[in-house]
């Protein structure tokens, strides 16, 4: 059966595209789902695959040449098949692709795999094809400087790498941020802390605050699938804490935070912090965070962008409250001032839906009453 190759369309916005390297040459056999090119767009290098199996009979557009989309570019066809007319392509005169690197499959594995760009390693064959071989030493030169320690990574450690790794690259994160005044909450603490019989943080009020918001601002209590997303039932608000052993975070939880008073509230979240810091955490503390607060208030950070926890749509991290010149009634005096951010999970919700929530928990904090 002929195949008639042809340029795809690799982006929206994309009409042509660049054949950056030819894994076949014309006689040799192709089998279905082969990467068979090279096309490189403005914004990334993706191997195409054979659409048919067969013989590559006729390749009519060249490395480093730029096609329209649609265009024929080559042919697959068994042997004994007769041909089809295509019409030549007329690619636009332009130098060789900055990414069109020519190099061998075992040689692209490779370099991902130790981390080498391909641009920067120096062929050793004379057609200029890179080679395992020339991706290794590359690799043995890029080791960097001297190492003063290794430092093993514990199973904490290790686990949440791969909780990020998980997280991460599969979420659309982006970001909004408030500036939001503390005077009313800092003028509350003192009568919250006889009231409660123990201290309370402006954290504890943040995560009081945000945790009875969160039911009208659902988007921010939930997950992507590929299926669905996923808005939860209850309110479980995990709260960051640095493990300083291990130089990493454990994010223990509030579980049905929205339904407890502020003083249960501070209570539960001074316990988990101290069992954290005597790694006394147990399973239960740490299961379905449906939300989380980042508290960076004692460290005097000015602001800070978390990253989202895996399983969730949204996270809203605290800064320093500073004083600092406000207006007020006509004047300007000095108050705290702190910055709220709230990263989220672009899959699940807009920047106007984060936006809503961050100024619902600005108002409940400026105009902070026991509630």
Same mark, same amino acid.
């Given at each position: 059966?002929?195949? #008639? ?5 690799? @982006? ?8 950056? #390297? ?48 649609? #265009? ?69 030169? %890029? ?15 290790? @686990? ?27 003028? %509350? /603490?003192?009568? /919250? ?28 209590? %939930? ?45 539960? @979240? ?8 005597? !790694?006394?955490? &147990?399973?239960?503390?740490? @299961? ?7 508290? !960076?208030?004692? /460290? ?11 399983? #969730? ?32 999970? !672009? ?6 839906? &984060? ?17």
């Amino acid at each position: 059966m002929v195949t #008639q190759v042809t340029m795809p369309k690799l @982006a929206e916005n994309t009409e042509e595209a660049t054949i950056g #390297q030819w894994f076949k040459g014309e006689g040799e056999r192709v089998a279905k789902g082969e990467p068979l090119f090279e096309a490189i767009t403005d914004k990334a290098a993706v191997e195409v695959n054979a659409e048919g199996s067969g013989v590559l009979r006729r390749i009519y557009a060249a490395e480093n040449s730029v096609v329209p989309v649609g #265009q024929t570019i080559a042919v697959i066809a068994e042997p004994d098949e007769a041909l089809p007319e295509v019409e030549p392509t007329r690619p636009a005169a332009r130098g060789p692709a900055p990414a069109a690197v020519k190099a061998s499959f075992g040689a692209r594995r490779l370099a991902r795999e130790l981390g080498v760009g391909l641009a920067v390693i120096v062929p050793s064959r004379p057609d200029g094809r890179l080679t395992e071989e020339d991706v290794r030493r590359a690799a043995a030169k %890029a080791q960097g400087p001297p190492v003063l320690e290794r430092l093993p990574l514990s199973p904490l450690k290790r @686990a949440l790498a791969s909780h990020l790794a998980r997280a991460v690259p599969r979420a659309a994160v982006a970001h909004v941020a408030l500036e939001v005044g503390f005077s009313a909450v800092e003028a %509350a /603490l003192p009568g /919250l802390a006889e009231a409660a019989g123990g201290p309370v943080l402006a954290r504890d009020v943040l995560i009081h605050v945000a945790a009875r918001l969160l039911p009208e601002h659902r988007l921010l209590n %939930a997950c992507f699938t590929d299926e669905a997303i996923l808005v939860y039932a209850p309110v479980h608000v995990g709260l960051a804490i640095d493990v300083e052993r291990d130089a990493s975070v454990v994010v223990p939880v509030l579980h049905d935070a929205d339904r407890k008073p502020l003083a249960e509230v501070a209570r539960e @979240a001074a316990g988990l912090v101290e069992r954290a810091a005597g !790694h006394g955490l &147990a399973p239960s503390d740490l @299961a379905n965070a449906t939300f989380t607060v980042v508290d !960076h208030s004692e /460290l005097g950070i000015d602001e800070f962008v978390p990253i989202l926890n895996e399983r #969730q749509s949204a996270i809203l991290a605290m800064s320093a409250a500073r004083r600092r010149p406000v207006v007020r009634g006509g004047g300007i005096v000095v108050a705290p001032v702190a910055i709220l951010a709230v990263a989220f999970d !672009h899959r699940v919700l807009n920047a106007t839906a &984060a936006a809503r929530f961050l100024r619902a928990v600005k108002e409940k904090l400026e105009s902070f009453v026991v509630s």
